[in-house]
């Protein structure tokens, strides 16, 4: 299994530019997530999908965009990139335990991007 | 909401020594699971350990092994026979029963001296 994989490793836009970042995993998890992490921070929700056909917003959504029409993929999309939005984007897929509990949230290699 | 709080920013320790590292969480949930995450130079997150707020039991890993204080809200982290490998940033993080939305700590960097 390759787990959870990310594309691109890096990237650099220009303010205004717009682009899809993408995350996949081959565990047939039902859950996944995106995460950013800021320099010197913790990671922070963006938004996350229980399923396919399912998402919602996390704690940090503003301009950004998700979907999740298979189980496999979950892309996120900046529509207008911001320097705000300068951070590394880490995905993230996880299954139901017993009972509705949680297992372990297996995470991708983090795509690091870079807005001018 | 949930937060968590890593208080330390830094810890440095001997090789072969044991360090402690701190968390506080804040949470409205009775079921809950608590996370410890490995982030090295090479950015990958990894996972150290685990705990289910209902068990009362604490979660031991090999070297690594967490003290859960449920009524306190605290869920500190032991690295013992530290080796140059545990190396890197430790994040504390909290998820609810029900759903798939961490909240992470600030961090902690562990430097560990040869």
């Known amino acids: 299994n390759a787990g959870v994989t990310q594309t691109p490793k890096f990237q650099v836009l220009k303010t205004g530019q717009s682009m899809t970042l993408q995350c996949a995993q081959d565990m047939n998890h039902e859950y996944m997530s995106w995460y950013r992490q800021d320099p010197g921070m913790g990671l922070r929700l963006i938004h996350y999908?229980?399923?396919?056909?399912?998402?919602d917003q996390g704690e940090v959504p503003n301009g950004y965009n998700v979907s999740r029409s298979t189980t496999e993929d979950f892309p996120l999309r900046l529509l207008s990139a911001a320097p705000s939005q300068t951070s590394v984007y880490f995905c993230?897929?996880?299954?139901?335990?017993?009972?509705?509990?949680?297992?372990?949230?297996?995470f991708g290699p983090g795509t690091r991007l870079t807005v001018l | 909401a949930q937060t968590v709080t890593q208080s330390q920013p830094e810890m440095s320790v001997q090789e072969a020594e044991t360090v402690t590292l701190s968390c506080t969480y804040d949470?409205?949930?009775?079921?809950?699971?608590l996370f410890w995450y490995k982030q090295p130079p090479s950015r990958q997150m990894i996972l150290v350990i685990r705990?289910?707020?209902?068990?009362?039991q604490n979660a031991t890993e090999n070297r690594f092994s967490v003290n859960f204080q449920k009524a306190a809200k605290s869920f500190s982290l032991k690295i013992s026979d530290s080796q140059l490998g545990d190396t890197a940033m430790y994040f504390c993080?909290?998820?609810?029963?029900?759903?798939?939305?961490?909240?992470f700590g600030g961090g902690t960097r562990v430097l560990v001296k040869p």
């Open positions: 993080a909290l998820n609810k029963a029900a759903g798939n939305k961490l909240t």
């Open positions: 999908s229980v399923g396919a056909g399912i998402t």
């Open positions: 993230a897929s996880s299954y139901t335990g017993l009972a509705g509990g949680h297992n372990e949230q297996f």
């Open positions: 705990q289910e707020a209902y068990k009362q």
């Open positions: 949470t409205s949930e009775n079921n809950y699971y």
